[in-house]
């Protein structure tokens, strides 16, 4: 009784707050909590029923692991998870350091009028959809009409067929991607940047401290719980390929698989002929229960480091 | 805290139990309904049922007035109403995929072999079987459409769906661009095989530098005697099979000395560098600038591709004119298994089928807004035709739509000799069930996005990748898919004394 009392005192005294949590926390509860219950069609054999989706889940035969074979059942196994987990890996280190790196320039930047349009400059090809970047880089890869190969021409070269030689791939979606994600990231750490009180950089200055020592001791310190925080949250992605950039940039072109053939778009390849819901759930269980490991993971050896720095 | 967060996880089950319990509750009731509705009269007094319906096609700004029209005719004729709901090719299957699973109420959805695939979703219990149905409120269309069409969309023994009366067969054929066929006086009735058709690539590869010779995409696949048990999948039985067993046809002679012509002409620049990346050569046929391809025909559809371009085109057979699997299932409706009313579904079905007013109304739409009659059952466009431009082929029976100004008067009589002098297919009325190799079926699928249009468009070496592509296969599985293929042809072509 005591408790519920206070639980109510607890809601009246923060309900200004509470008020203004409870969008995202309804939001939550709608489109990602109340869904997974939705997790057990992974465990079966999913069929209409006339009832309704709830009578479909109910009614349909329990299946155990047989969802999950065909993610592990080849030699596409390793292949797709070792090109999710490289990207990934190589998105984030590459994705961490230059967008820090174009934060600092920019923030360093004396001119702001020039500053905000090298920033919206960055930010734009992030609200582009992964189709059209798709067709910009098909622009500069086509073998017959692409900018590329006219410059190569021009020089006297052989033109090369890219989208059949795998080798470069790797490259051209690394490229790509930090085309595409870099004004967005660094922008997030700019709004961090432009929060460090400015009397550090002062008390620097007078102590006698350049441009990099004010950077090295100052800047990058306070950026670190941030830092720490959106590389956990990517961590804990990794498994997630952006799909967008492996299907629409190779343009799901078949030769270019080994180096281009990750998680999401293998899973897509193998069901879009057969609509087996409950193999799709499997897949994304799969990666979310993945995904959850490797941030508790990571996030406990943040902790040992630095407790202040870690997610919980 | 932790108090706290119990409270929270009690409140979301209980939240979740109350709505597993609401909707449990509400199928229930529905049930009860459609019963009470099956068992009551059918006087006019009883309120008008509006059947929800799902069709392909790119939704039409005219659809309200036109369905507003068609209401006033099915009140009338079965007491019931319509809403019909278009979804664009592109997205139709996917949407009705979602609608379908997460149990959308509706009455009357599109289904085919190409979109929103039929037997798999006849399987799954999409459907409403409609064997009864047919016999007790669909009796015309037994009468109204070719009995092959019924037999051959069959999934088990049964029918889920009613297909359009249509053409039957399916026949490839070669196309020309007639403007470069008479500018270099080319015979057409020459080209016969892949190979045949070399010495007219070569002419207008040497002699039109702009154009593209052969206009191809990715999913382009030669002509070749097989009749397959999946489409596009390397397993198939010899189309004048004996005994029905499935081949590899990857490693069939046949498949190899069309891959090494391909790739040939692939070398020789006839068609495009990028050929295994394209998915549509439109702009080449907007601009003119291609001289042939492939497709498969219809009764006249010379003249359909000739209005479609702007400028001349002709062709030749290619191949033989069969009837498959996939040609008859070409376009369908089937009753929604979750339908509150299956009954009046079918009547409008048998309605849709058989009646020409109907039928035209839904196709042409309203007489003297949309088009006008010329005499008795020809029809000009008018200019506001462009509002309500409906795809004929997927609104049931075809042959009983006004002709168009210009077609011959003889038009569906065409149609009727072109459905006779189709073959069947040996695999005719035998629909794979592919639930026991579901995991080999999806990582097979993935090798063949890997090779399938590399190798089919000739874009690499077949000595190299032929190899490489039959060992992958077989590792991903497609040895454990063929021999469960042939169990069940085994037992279909035993039940079916074949």
New interface residues.
Partial sequence: MK?IGG?IRNIIKDKVMLLMVLPGALWF?FFS??PM?GTVIAFK????????????IFHSKWVGW?NF??LF????AYIITRNTLLYNAVFILLGLVLSVVMAIVLAEIANKKLAKVYQTGMFLPYFLSWVVVGYFAFSFL???SGVLNQILGYFGAEPI?W??EKKYWPVILVLVYLWKALGYNSVVYLAAIMGIDKSLYEAAMIDGAGKFQQIKNITLPLLSPIITIMTLLAIGKIFYADFGLFYQVP?????L?SVT?VIDT?VY?????????G?STAAGLYQSVVGFVLVITSNYIVRKFNKDSALF | MS??SK?LSLL?TS??AVS?LL??C???S??ASSNDSASGSKGNSEKPVELIWYTIGAPQKDLDMVVAEINKYTKEKINATLKINMLDYGDYSQKM?VK????EPMDIMFTSSWAL?YV??AR???F?ELDSLIDKYGKDIKTAIDPAFLEGSKVDGHNYAIPANKELPAQEVWRFNKELVDKYKLDISKATTLDSIEPMLKTIKENEPGVTPYAMVKDYMPVLPFDYIIEKMPMAVYLNTKDYKIVNILESPELKSSLETVHKYYKAGYV???V??TSSVDDLYKAGKWFMDRATTQPMADNLWTASYGYPVVSTPAGESYIYNWSVMGSMQAIS??SEHPEKAMEFLNLLNTDPYLRNLVDSGIEGVHYEKINDNTIKNLPEAKNYDMPSFSLGNIMINYLNEGDPADKWEQFKKFNEAGINAPLLGFNFD??KV??????V???K??????LMTG??DPDEYLPKAIEKFK???LDKIIAEAQTQIDAWKAANNK
């Fill in positions: 408790m639980f509860l909590y109340l219950v054999e999913y069929r209409y029923s006339r009832e309704g989706f709830w009578a479909s047989d074979k065909f059942t080849t030699n596409d086509s073998s017959e067929n989208y059949s343009r799901n072109s078949g030769t698989y053939n293998y390849q193998g069901l879009k002929s057969t609509g087996e819901i193999m | 108090k706290k409270r979301l939240m979740m597993v909707s449990a509400g199928g229930g529905n049930n995929q379908v699973a997460s149990g695939d798999q979703n799954k219990g999409a409403m495009s560098s990028e295994a990346t298994a979750n592919t639930s579901t995991s080999e079926i999806a990582a699928q993935n090798v996005e890997e090779f399938w249009a590399p874009t690499v590792a991903a599985g």
